[in-house]
């Protein structure tokens, strides 16, 4: 088997051959930090991409020295590939958190994590597969866990998922207000509207009926830590990308809106702010404007080179989560790589 036009980027730029191959048709590929973010793409979608300036007939010359090329192990070297964190898990034995969108990326790395650390997770997800898959992991790895499938953007779902837990449980320790969607890019003036509302639906509905009901069990507890996922676009405008912005700077609104009404009730609200992750979510982004055929003017830099590892923004967290951040509410964290600076 060999290189093709189907292969992405980061296959190629872990296989040696291949490497040199793109480094004689595009000197310094190898280590500019924009390939990094976009390994996801195949050679055709970042020729598509004019911030790129890479020529089709350049591609073609590529793609024909690749399809010399077996596919092999990958190469030895990485760029900057996070490494697993060699110190001690926080332990917090017998305490429960709930996290939505736990099916992937950041909700299951964090569901993981969280357990690691001796939580009960109640994993909520619109996907029963993955859902349940990402309970499954947890037992694996001799933590406990259950799965509700629900819908966020519904008040009988969250009500359902918030009751299932203290049934559970008895108890509401953290609660990761995580689910989210991305917009398909669009220019303001072609969003139609029913994009923007399936936007708003999860991302801002969603996140409030969480805290909503959340927080009742919290305040009655007189204890707990809520942490949303707003994004890097509720610091700043992402091109092409309104509603999402618009739905993102509405979660940090929430976010300080019930830091400000529960801190002097045990219960603390902060949210953190991913640039890009590294999951099944922005994986699809190259798909995405190919079968939209639209391509938006800017795109998000990394400026410290790659995308981040889901495990690394569920390193946060089980920060947020635990005591040592008991000083902190009403904080807005972002973990961007320097997309904000």
Do not use: W
């Amino acid at each position: 088997m060999t290189f093709s036009e189907n292969s992405k980027l980061g296959e190629l730029l872990s296989n040696e051959e291949a490497i040199t191959v793109l480094e004689k048709h595009l000197p310094g590929i190898s280590t500019n930090p924009m390939a990094s973010m976009g390994k996801s793409f195949t050679l055709k979608q970042l020729s598509g991409i004019p911030q790129a300036n890479i020529p089709e007939e350049l591609i073609s010359m590529i793609l024909s020295d690749l399809s010399n090329i077996p596919i092999g192990e990958p190469a030895s070297s990485q760029q900057n590939a996070p490494s697993e964190s060699s110190q001690e898990p926080l332990l917090m034995n017998g305490l429960v958190a709930i996290v939505t969108g736990a099916g992937g990326g950041i909700g299951r790395a964090s569901s993981l994590k969280l357990s690691q650390s001796g939580f009960k997770i109640v994993a909520v997800d619109f996907n029963t597969a993955t859902g349940e898959e990402t309970v499954n992991l947890i037992s694996a790895q001799g933590g406990e866990g259950i799965f509700i499938q629900a819908d966020v953007s519904k008040e009988e779902d969250v009500e359902r998922y918030t009751r299932a837990a203290v049934d559970a449980y008895g108890r509401i320790d953290v609660f990761f207000n995580n689910a989210g969607i991305l917009q398909k890019f669009s220019l303001l003036e072609d969003l139609d509207v029913s994009e923007f509302d399936r936007i708003m639906n999860v991302n801002v509905r969603g996140v409030f009926l969480g805290l909503k009901k959340v927080l009742k069990v919290m305040n009655a507890q007189g204890f707990g830590s809520i942490i949303n996922t707003a994004s890097t676009a509720g610091i700043r405008a992402e091109h092409s990308m309104a509603a999402y912005t618009a739905s993102k700077h509405a979660v940090i609104g929430l976010t300080k809106a019930a830091a400000i009404e529960y801190v002097r009730k045990g219960v603390r609200v902060n949210a953190i702010c991913p640039g890009g992750v590294d999951t099944a979510l922005t994986q699809s982004v190259p798909m995405m404007m190919q079968e939209s055929g639209y391509m938006p003017e800017e795109f998000p830099n990394m400026r410290i080179g790659r995308f981040a590892e889901p495990t690394e923004i569920a390193e946060i967290v089980v920060f947020l989560a635990s005591d040592k951040s008991a000083y902190l509410t009403g904080s807005i964290i972002a973990v961007d790589g320097g997309l904000t600076l």
